[in-house]
Each structure stands twice: as C-alpha cells, then as structure tokens.
C-alpha cells in the first residue's frame, strides 16, 4: 500500500504521544547519538594526530636518531626500561660520521632541551623549552619567523649567546614591545634576542609557542646535555621515498660505528612521524572495534522497545486492521502498514540521534583540546541503521496484524 | 442469469468450539437478482451473521457454493477475497467503523487506495461519493466532529466509492435514533431507486419493512422467504 500513508500515520502517533515516542525511540537514539559522536571524535582525532600532531612534533619527511623511542605507548617492561637506559647516548662523532658518508641528500641538526626560567628587565617567563639546536632546525621544523632572523654559521659554530624566541616568550617578556636585540637572561647568562617565530598554535592545548632556540654550541649546553652527546639528532629529506632510504642508511652508518654483529639488536632508536602515531592508531582501532558493538546493544534494546510499541499497537488497533480488510486490504497491505510505520517511528530516533551526535561532538571541540569532524559516511549509516532497525523490530507486529482474521478483528471493542 | 448477482447453493458454515462443533448455518439457497432490496431477518443464533460474513467474503463456507457476480468465492484465498470484498462489496456498518483519526475525505478514499485508484482520481471518486450522500460541506471534518447520522452517511459514501455489485449493511441504524434512522433508510431507498443492490441484515421489523424482500433465518436454515407484503415498490 501507499507508504506516504503508513509514514503519516507514524508521524502522527509520534506527535499525539510525545512521551511515550520518546522513551520507545530512546534505544535508537542512543546508539546513533553514540555512533556519531565517536566517529567524530575519532575522524577529528585522525585528521588532527596526522596533521599537526605527529608533523608539528616530528616533522615532515623527518626523522630523530635518538638513544631510545620517545613517543612509547602501552606497556614497557623493566627489562626494556633498563635495557634502553643502559644504551649510550648518540656522540658527537656518530653525527658526523653520519652527515659524512650519507648518499641521500639531507639536512642535519643536533638537538638537546631543557626546561628553564628565562628573564628580562625583572620579568620572568617560566617553564621555557630551551632548544639547543643547529641552524637548520628552523627549516626542519617549519619554524617561520616574524622578525629578526636566524643564527648565523658562524654564531652556532661559535657557540654564541644568541637567541631565537617563541611567540609566547615575547609576549610575556615584552608584552608587544620589540623583542629584537633585547637581552634575555638564561641561566644567568645573558642571550641577544635576534629573531622572533611567528605563533604555532596549541596541540592538546598545550601552547607550540613557548620556547627558545639557541645555538647548540652556546653555554646553556652544558645544562641541557652532557658534553660530547646530544638527545637527537634531527635528519629531513626531501621527500617520503627518500627519507626510507635516509632511514636505512642511517641504520647501517649507526650499526657500523657500533660494531653491532648481526645478531644485535639496535641500540639505538630512530622515530619517525609515522612512529609517534603507532600509539593513537592502536587507541583509535580498538575504539572502531569496541564501538560497534556498544552500538549494537544499545540497538537491539531499542529495537526490541520498537517492537513492543509496534505490538501494543497492533492491539490497540485490531479493529482498525479490521476495517481496513473488510475494505480490501490485503495481508501484505497490512504488513507493509506495520513495518513503514515501525521503519518511520525508529528513522525518526536515528534522525533525532544524529542530531544530538552531531551536536555532541560540536560540544566536544568547543569544551576541550579534542577535535571532531563529522563523518558524512557516519550520517548515512545512521539513518541506515534507523530504517533498518525498524523494519526488522517490525516485521514480528505487523505479520501478527496481517495474520489477524477479519471477522474477529471487527468485533473487537 | 447473468441477472443474479448472488447464487448460494446448500453453504453450511460449522465453528469449532472446543471439542463441540457448533453449526451455525445448515444449508442455505439464496438467489438475489440485480437491483433487489433483501432484508435478512431472524433472531440472534438464527445464523444471520454468519451468512452476512459468508455474503461479505470476510468468511469463507465449510461447504456449498457461492457465486457473486459472475465469479465463485466460496473457494477462494485470502488475497483473492480481499480484492472481492474492495471491488464488489460495499459494507456499512452498525457502528460505523470509521477510521477516527482520519478525516471523511480519507475514509471514503480507503477503498480506492486498496484498490490502486491514483491519488487524484481518489480525491475526485471520493468527493463525488460525499456529494451524493449529502455531505459536501463536511468532508474534511473527523468522525468525532459528525454527529451519528453523518457518520453513517460517510460510511454509505464509502461504501460506494467503488460502485459495488452488493451493498451489505449489518444493522445500520442499530446505534441510531429512530428519526436518524429514518434518514438513513431514505438514503438506501435513494440508492435502491438508482439502481443499487441492497442487502440489509437487521433484527427490527421496522427497518426490514423497508426492503421489498424479506428472508427470515431460523436454526441455521431459511424459514421464509418472500416479496414484502407491506413493502416499498421497486
């Protein structure tokens, strides 16, 4: 029969029993309220960890030699812990060594940070990462500068104290006066403000902005590493297919100079953009596993609410079906009836779901560092869910109201 | 022949009612010619509705044969019988039987929708059906906003819509007053006088002195069967 028909009649019933709908559609609605929200969060996640995440930390076409892997998840032994702690720390000479025979073209800078006050004219900014870094960081990074310039070749090779301060530092220290050739005070020692890097931004919002570069080399150093070692060394290339490349190079070069036999592991650890992401890719599959199925129970709930409305429906209105075959409807009229208005009841709680996932999710990226990004696919599989869910909790109801006999159905008060 | 609309030969209809088997019609012959006016008669128990069910095809015989219109129905399948029952049957009711939530428009249009009419040739059909039985101005009100005599009116409408060959109607002024139930007796001899076919099954004598014919069932078998002695002039 005539589905607009069946539709209305859902839609009526919906609006004549606001409440009761609204508890038999609370199943459906939960589930894809849930369905949307995650997925939301979780696309917004793998747009954000991919995007800025892993290249603003890392970089792009980037990799760090470094003693041991720094973005780690789940669990680490003892004997690892120990195991890595054990390893020497990457020298001086293995990065030479290293920027000396590579065949691949690359840029190179080494790398060790601290966390220290700085100061100027009474003012003092906490918590500043000091960077000890060669020249080529900048481009490493993507650091762009708003004023001033650079360290020069021969201020890094000199270990001069010249320094290149984060957005956030110049605005604590001097609050929108100019910052270039100020002295800075790090460690007691004063620093020569040459250049300022334009604003990064927040990640997990944690600010990108409060940090300062200086010359590996300069006297903050011998706080920041010991002598003679560094934390990283940085390695870009110039693009994705040479950085492989880059990256088995550097491992031979590494193993050669450690004289590690075939059967030693690597003592040393190499981290890529693509590394630091291994752990949130493991977080967001489980999600996509667990998030099914929390969704499924959450829908066959809601479906068997649905069925049970549609039943009570069914015979609350046995003498209407009665009517209605005396008319000439046939047992697939009936059906059809039963199973569009149940399809309707439960699209309707999908729809209302989806709005609330929707909104939910916008909630989300406006109350906290998380992002979201609505998935159209998520939008489509909700309402998918919704028809499907009700049909199926409606075909029970609707073939007892086919079934029912005419006579028997008319008598009925 | 092709002048009776109805031929019942020997239909016996029995219930199972637990292990008893109840016999609720023993035999019946009945012809009804085109344009007849039949009053079925008889008191409760006599086996009046269960030959209304079998006459409407909401029922189906445990034996004997039924011809309705050229066709036998007494052996057909479900589906079969529910596009007998849109195509050839016109029911009113004793209670109505509207749908209440639907507006006299929409009721008199159900039929048609079960029976594939367009949506504007529904409108149309069922526009010309309230017209006819004097309920033009009333049909986008709900049945709990038409007083009992418009209610029926809206049942004969539709009841109409699809030019049955039968109209069947099982006490239809029995939840009316007698001046209502005059009215409504009127608008069957109208339709009668147009050339409708009018089967009424009814327990008042009163209302059975309308039809031209009156068949009387007793025990599950007709007692009497003949030309309304008082009765309308065809």
């Known amino acids: 029969m005539q589905i607009k028909d069946a539709i209305g009649e859902a839609l009526e019933t919906i609006r004549t029993q606001k409440l009761k709908s609204f508890f038999s559609l609370i199943g459906v609605l939960i589930g894809v309220t849930f369905l949307i929200a995650v997925v939301s969060i979780v696309q917004g996640m793998n747009v954000y960890m991919e995007d800025r995440f892993a290249n603003k930390l890392v970089g792009l076409n980037t990799f760090q030699l470094r003693r041991m892997p720094n973005f780690s998840m789940g669990n680490i032994s003892e004997e690892t812990w120990r195991e890595w702690a054990r390893r020497p720390r990457i020298n001086y000479a293995e990065a030479r060594y290293i920027e000396g025979k590579m065949a691949t073209p690359a840029i190179y800078s080494r790398y060790c940070s601290q966390n220290l006050p700085v100061s100027w004219a009474g003012k003092t900014a906490n918590g500043v990462d000091i960077w000890t870094a060669d020249a080529p960081m900048f481009q490493i990074k993507h650091l762009d500068l708003e004023a001033g310039r650079v360290f020069t070749p021969q201020e890094a090779r000199l270990g001069q104290a010249v320094a290149v301060i984060g957005w956030e530092v110049g605005d604590k220290l001097f609050k929108g006066a100019d910052p270039l050739g100020k002295s800075i005070t790090i460690e007691g020692l004063p620093y020569r403000v040459v250049g300022l890097v334009s604003k990064q931004g927040t990640l997990f919002g944690f600010s990108l902005d409060k940090f300062v570069v200086v010359p590996f080399d300069s006297p903050v150093h011998r706080v920041a590493c010991s002598l003679g070692f560094m934390d990283e060394l940085h390695i870009q290339t110039e693009n994705l297919a040479s950085m492989q490349v880059a990256l088995t190079e550097v491992e031979e070069l590494m193993r050669m100079q450690r004289r590690l036999r075939p059967a030693q592991e690597n003592n040393f650890a190499m981290q890529t953009a693509e590394g630091a992401l291994e752990g949130w890719k493991k977080i967001s599959a489980i999600l996509m596993v667990a998030l099914p199925m929390l969704v499924a129970i959450s829908l066959v709930v809601g479906g068997i609410v649905i069925m049970n409305i549609m039943l009570m429906a069914v015979a609350e209105r046995t003498r209407e079906i009665g009517i209605r075959k005396a008319l000439g409807a046939k047992r697939r009229d009936i059906l059809a009836q039963f199973v569009v208005e149940s399809a309707t009841l439960s699209t309707v709680g999908a729809a209302i779901g989806i709005a609330t996932g929707i909104g939910l999710a916008f909630l989300v990226r406006a109350t906290t560092p998380l992002p979201a990004a609505v998935a159209p696919w998520s939008i489509l599989l909700g309402v998918a869910i919704g028809v499907g869910v009700g049909m199926v909790a409606g075909v029970y109801p609707a073939t007892r109201a086919a079934k029912l006999d005419p006579i028997r159905a008319l008598s009925q008060e | ?234």
């Open chain 2, 1 to 234: 022949m092709s002048d009776l609309v109805i031929q019942i030969r020997e239909l016996t209809r029995a219930y199972h009612m637990g292990a008893e088997i109840v016999h609720a019609l023993r035999g019946v012959s009945l012809d009804i010619r085109r344009n007849e006016y039949v009053a079925i008669m008889g008191p409760s128990g006599s086996g009046k509705s269960t030959l209304m069910n079998l006459i409407g095809c909401l029922d189906t015989p445990t034996s004997g044969e039924y011809w309705l219109n050229g066709q036998e129905v007494s052996r057909m399948p479900d589906d079969a019988l529910a596009r007998v029952r849109n195509r050839e049957i016109g029911f009113v009711f004793q209670t109505f039987n509207l749908l209440p939530r639907a507006s006299a428009l929409a009721n008199v249009e159900l039929p048609l929708v079960y029976g594939g009419v367009s949506a504007r040739e529904r409108r149309r059909r069922a526009q010309a059906a309230l017209h006819r039985v004097g309920l033009g101005d009333r049909m986008d009100h709900r049945p709990n906003e038409l007083s009992g005599g418009q209610r029926q009116r809206v049942a004969i409408a539709r009841a109409l819509v699809n030019n049955p060959a039968i109209l069947l109607a099982d006490e239809p002024t029995g939840n009316l007053d007698s001046a209502t139930s005059e009215e409504i007796m009127r608008v069957f001899e109208t339709l009668h006088a147009q050339g409708q076919t009018v089967i009424m099954v009814t327990h008042e004598a009163d209302i059975a002195a309308h039809a031209a014919r009156i068949v009387l069932l007793k025990d599950g078998r007709i007692a009497s069967d003949a030309p309304n002695r008082r009765g309308v002039a065809a």
